[in-house]
């Protein structure tokens, strides 16, 4: 198993300290674009109106006919050696110059002062190509449109970033009470595994409790249903799904304060979580209703490797039992734990990671780059967009009560994305499926989804344990494709297993 580490990286770069500013704080504005060499810590920093101005003007770019070599301002030292400034006779037309001059490149770039705000080191995508985010679709580009136009700048894209800044964002935080007998009052360096997977169950209960179409407005009250599904996710062992609480309930999986913790074991730990805090959670009315979560494994609990199996049969008795045998299903969490090749995703499970994302059931993808564990939640093209944990934040008491609560720092408007061949091969991936009907639209999409995998899929669909056939359409289709994929899968992929232990 694959463990996932923090990137040794310097604290304060002085980027890193920009981009921080804006990445959760409410004044940023929808269509920010970053696309960053690796995930990596970052500090709140206080110093706004001067990060504001070094993004949109960098100090090596003269604004205002200024520059450290050629000044239009003459110097003389004082006797105590400072420098005395004396604007020249033109240096208030200079200043208006290079006022006007500053605004009309912003203007010639085709960029808005509402995109300039919270912009930091970003690179906007001109793809054209539609937006996949946790099974919702968008269109950046409509037909007709000039071939020139800026895709960032369409309404497709707007309703992107609003979609995706609606999405909770859980970072690094400090100050938190002791975790258990240890001394660790902060997860950093340590504990992204734990807030990547804490941001895909919230999703999970967002779309359980709200809907998938719910979106934050920062111009309404907030729901109380929303500051209670925070609250699920606070730092404190009176939130259920703390990460006290976690590493209480994944003891058994190698979880500790401090310690590193691969995808398998997350998801093995969230299972025993949600099954040990049903009635916690019931009898204090955080939620009047819970889901069941299940995790899809292999042969043997996935001990002998393979592609995981989603067994209907196993899934509807869990449900059931979930349910108290009162009733036949109830909604449901899928985890699905992966190991897709050796240090990087073997090629030929790229496509089939993207489509996962055309699913109306996806929760996105627990994973990121080797070492950094980030929250991926959508796909354009090759590009993989993420939600990253890596930034430090003070703690907050949610109360669950509370609706006036500042909760900017749990989202964030700064759209980065990576690569999507270069994110570990070590992963999980999300789904979750309200009612029976849900599940069987999810079974036959998946079903879809082997067909097309080559023989290779990333897991497989059976109605019983000892099924030998996948459920769904063209079973002896696939079967056949099994054996006739074996030779080419040999030849082709003789440097890496498609499979490892997990």
């Known amino acids: 198993m694959k463990g996932f580490r923090e990137i040794g990286t310097d604290p304060l770069p002085n980027s890193a300290v920009i981009k921080s500013d804006f990445d959760n704080s409410p004044k940023n504005s929808p269509g920010s674009v970053s696309s960053e060499a690796e995930p990596s810590i970052r500090y709140s920093n206080h110093k706004k109106s001067e990060a504001i101005w070094s993004v949109i003007w960098p100090t090596t770019i003269p604004i205002f006919g200024i520059s450290n070599g050629n000044r239009t301002e003459s110097e003389s030292k004082n006797s105590g050696g400072s420098v005395i400034r004396k604007k020249s006779s033109s240096g208030s037309k200079n200043y208006y110059e290079g006022w006007r001059s500053a605004v009309r490149r912003v203007m010639m770039n085709g960029v808005t002062m509402r995109r300039i705000w919270g912009f930091s080191r970003a690179t906007t995508s001109s ?13 950046v580009s409509q037909e007709g449109e000039e071939s020139s136009s800026d895709p960032t700048q369409s309404e497709g894209f707007a309703a992107f ?14 100050g938190f009470p002791p975790i258990g007998d240890s001394k660790y009052i902060s997860d950093v360096n340590w504990g992204c595994m734990l807030r990547s997977s804490q941001m895909l169950v919230a999703q999970a209960f967002l779309v359980h409790k709200l809907g998938r179409s719910w979106r934050k407005s920062p111009h309404k009250p907030l729901d109380q249903t929303y500051v209670e599904i925070l609250h699920l996710f606070g730092d404190a062992e009176d939130s259920p799904c703390s990460v006290h609480n976690l ?5 058994a999986y190698g979880l500790a304060p401090g310690s590193w913790v691969g995808p398998y074991a997350m998801c093995r730990t969230w299972e025993s979580l949600v099954r040990n805090k049903k009635e916690e959670i019931d009898n204090n009315g955080v939620l009047s209703s819970t889901m069941a979560l299940y995790v899809v494994s292999g042969d043997e609990d996935g001990e002998r490797g393979g592609a995981p199996v989603v067994c209907i049969e ?16 109830a909604p449901i969490l899928l985890m699905v734990p992966l190991v897709l090749g050796l240090e990087k995703v073997n090629p030929r499970y790229l496509p089939l990671l993207s489509a996962t994302f055309t699913f109306p059931q996806s929760l996105g993808i627990l994973g990121g780059r080797p070492g950094a564990s980030t929250y991926i939640v959508g796909v354009q093209d090759e590009k993989a967009f993420y939600l990253d944990p890596h930034e430090v934040q003070q703690v907050i008491d949610i109360k669950r009560d509370n609706l006036d609560l500042d909760t900017s720092s749990y989202h964030c408007n700064v759209v980065r994305h990576i690569p999507l061949d270069s994110i570990d091969s070590s992963l999980a ?19 879809e989804l082997i067909d ?11 109605e019983t344990r000892t099924s030998a056939k996948p459920a769904g359409n063209n079973k002896t289709e ?25």
């Open 161 to 174: 970033v609003e979609d995706f800044s609606s999405r909770v964002l859980i970072t690094y935080r400090k």
């Open 452 to 462: 097309q995998s080559n023989g290779a899929p990333l897991f497989t669909i059976a």
């Open 478 to 502: 696939i079967e056949d494709n099994n054996n006739a994929d074996n030779d080419l899968a040999t030849e082709n992929c003789a440097q890496e297993d498609d499979w490892q232990l997990l």
């Open 429 to 447: 991936i999300g789904f979750y499926c309200r009612d029976k009907s849900d599940f069987d639209d999810f079974c036959a999409r998946a079903s």
């Open 127 to 139: 793809s054209k190509s539609n937006i996949w985010l946790l099974g919702v679709c968008y269109q």
């Open 314 to 329: 196993d899934v509807l008795r869990y449900c059931s039992e979930f349910g108290g045998g009162q009733v036949d299903w």
């Open 247 to 251: 590493l209480q309930a994944g003891k």
